[in-house]
């Protein structure tokens, strides 16, 4: 059985973790507008009752937004044989980051938020140096 490079393993959860963000945010429609109408085509302007599953849906589009940049720089690390133990850490802060950004987000707590997001980021920026040879 051949395992995953921590890179790649790290990398998955993300994936993982941000394809089901939106769970919450569907049950919540279904209860607030009843299962039919909920899932109807959605219209831009019906909003939820709830601010934190707005929040939420907000806080999905932007671990998307995010993984875009993050998911290539992992595999080009990954394909590139350039890991070492600081990608590896990057990874893994990474997903604690976007974890910790969802939740704050969806429960509305700012600076700390804009904090997580900013990790993320720097994790970001530690892969593409690192391929770059600056790091």
Same mark, same amino acid.
């Given at each position: 059985?051949?395992?995953? @490079?921590?890179? =790649?393993? /790290?990398?998955?959860?993300?994936? &993982?973790?941000?394809? %089901?963000?939106? %769970?919450? +945010?569907? %049950?919540?429609?279904?209860?607030?507008?009843?299962? /039919?109408?909920?899932?109807?085509?959605?219209?831009?302007?019906?909003?939820?009752?709830?601010?934190?599953?707005?929040?939420?849906?907000?806080?999905?589009?932007?671990?998307?937004?995010? &993984?875009?940049?993050?998911?290539? &720089?992992?595999?080009?690390?990954?394909?590139?044989?350039? @890991?070492?133990?600081?990608?590896?850490?990057?990874?893994?802060? +990474?997903? #604690?980051?976007? =974890?910790?950004? &969802?939740?704050? +987000?969806?429960?509305?707590?700012? #600076?700390?938020?804009?904090?997580?997001?900013?990790?993320? #980021?720097?994790?970001?920026?530690?892969?593409? @140096?690192?391929?770059?040879?600056?790091?």
């Amino acid at each position: 059985m051949q395992t995953l @490079s921590v890179e =790649l393993f /790290w990398l998955t959860l993300t994936i &993982l973790m941000t394809a %089901v963000i939106w %769970v919450p +945010y569907i %049950v919540n429609r279904l209860v607030e507008d009843q299962p /039919w109408p909920a899932l109807m085509n959605p219209q831009p302007d019906l909003r939820p009752k709830a601010q934190w599953a707005e929040r939420l849906m907000r806080a999905h589009d932007n671990a998307v937004e995010n &993984l875009v940049v993050f998911a290539p &720089l992992v595999l080009m690390v990954h394909v590139t044989g350039m @890991s070492t133990a600081l990608t590896a850490n990057a990874c893994i802060l +990474y997903f #604690f980051a976007r =974890l910790i950004h &969802l939740l704050l +987000y969806t429960f509305g707590v700012p #600076f700390f938020r804009t904090l997580a997001f900013f990790i993320g #980021f720097l994790c970001q920026m530690v892969l593409g @140096s690192h391929l770059l040879g600056i790091i």
